[in-house]
């Protein structure tokens, strides 16, 4: 593992590489003390003030530990009681689990997974479809599982006090 930090040059393309990506805007984003954690040669953790990102491999998404300011900017669904144990043991998104879709998502967007008790957010996945092909699905895996309550990424930012 290493860490350092990161110049304000390099915060702004990775500003703009989430305004890009994931079409949305971001103004909390301070550009001093950021950071970039290595966890292995093909994952790092950015700390940008209360924003935390994920890249694994050449996937890039937003950690659980930003909270709910951040993650309500992405598409999201809900999931009933009986699929969170799975989904929090790294299962995909399957479509009977899902019990609300509430915003519009396309295949392969960021989309974020809220339970239905609470309206907590508990995982972030990859659409592998978009929304109207998922709602007309009955059954099959609408969302790869990229990030969830308990996994590697969520231990780690606790442990480290990041969260």
């Known amino acids: ?3 350092f930090y990161l110049s ?3 915060t702004k393309k990775i500003e703009e590489e989430i305004k890009n990506k994931f079409r949305i805007e971001i103004d909390e984003i ?3 003390g950021n950071r970039v954690i290595e966890l292995d040669k ?3 953790i950015f700390v940008l003030g209360k924003i935390i990102l994920i890249r694994e491999k050449e996937k890039i998404f937003p950690s659980l530990a930003c909270g709910e300011n ?3 900017r992405f598409p999201s669904i809900k999931v009933d009681a009986g699929a969170i144990p799975y989904i929090c043991r790294g299962a995909k998104i399957m479509r009977p689990g899902i019990v609300a879709f509430e915003t519009n998502f396309n295949l392969n967007d960021i989309v974020c997974v809220k339970e239905s008790t609470y309206n907590k957010f508990i995982a972030v996945g990859e659409a592998l479809m978009n ?3 998922a ?3 009955e059954k099959g895996p609408v969302l790869d ?3 969830y309550i308990g996994d590697k990424y969520w231990i780690y930012l606790k442990n480290t006090r990041i969260i």
């Open 1 to 3: 593992m290493h860490q």
């Open 8 to 10: 304000k040059k390099d």
């Open 30 to 32: 301070d550009y001093v």
């Open 42 to 44: 093909e994952t790092k």
């Open 70 to 72: 951040f993650l309500s």
């Open 131 to 133: 929304k109207e092909d």
């Open 135 to 137: 709602e007309r699905r």
């Open 145 to 147: 599982n990229l990030h």
